[in-house]
């Protein structure tokens, strides 16, 4: 989704790439541990690539859209953490189990943030105590995750990543459109 500004904000959404699916879009280092048949495996090289260019969005992606009409727009990533239900309380049984993620967006695309959190809900400051899931075991499933929603990285070329030449991939690579 993006913030237009055409007098008044408007969030626009791209049905063209929303495919509402994870199937193929998630990219693990293969790094010694097998890599799920629907996941694509890439070098440990391409896989730091991929997020160090992640969190290096462009500056007009970056402009948070309130600003966008000053002299000198503000741009910076956002993030935003989150602790969604995972398994209800059972009365007298167990307690309620949250998971922790955390979501880094481009400024611009700060109006996904808001559609996460709508959702799921905030889970405030991660630098107080009272909001650390690590430090509330009875409640924490163990498990954190990290989301980067970073639109930019389809203009990386294959090469400039670590990706393997056609000619040096294995059958798996070819298949999977790595190389």
């Known amino acids: 989704a993006y913030i237009l500004l055409s ?25 010694g541990l097998p890599v799920p048949a629907d996941k694509i495996a890439v070098p440990l090289v ?12 462009p500056e007009d992606l970056n402009t948070l859209p309130y600003t966008a009409n000053w002299e000198k ?15 209800p309380e059972i009365p007298g049984v167990s307690p309620e189990k949250r998971l922790e993620v955390r979501f880094f967006v481009p400024g611009g695309c700060v109006a996904n ?8 809900g905030n889970a ?18 163990g498990t954190t995750g990290c989301v980067v929603l970073a639109p930019h ?26 190389c």
């Open 124 to 141: 405030g400051d991660p630098n107080l105590p009272e909001c650390d899931a690590g430090l509330d075991t009875e409640h924490w499933t």
């Open 46 to 57: 391409a896989y730091a690539r991929l997020l160090k260019k992640a969190f290096e969005p």
């Open 73 to 87: 727009p503000a741009s910076s990533m956002v993030s935003l953490q989150l602790r969604p239900l995972v398994c």
């Open 153 to 178: 990285l389809r203009k990386c070329l294959k090469k400039d990543l670590g990706l393997p030449h056609v000619s040096e991939a294995t059958e798996l690579q070819k298949a999977k459109g790595v």
């Open 7 to 31: 007098g008044q904000p408007q969030v626009l959404h791209n049905p063209l790439a929303d495919k509402r699916t994870t199937s193929g879009v998630f990219h693990v280092a293969d790094y």
């Open 113 to 120: 943030l808001d559609f996460v959190e709508s959702i799921f």
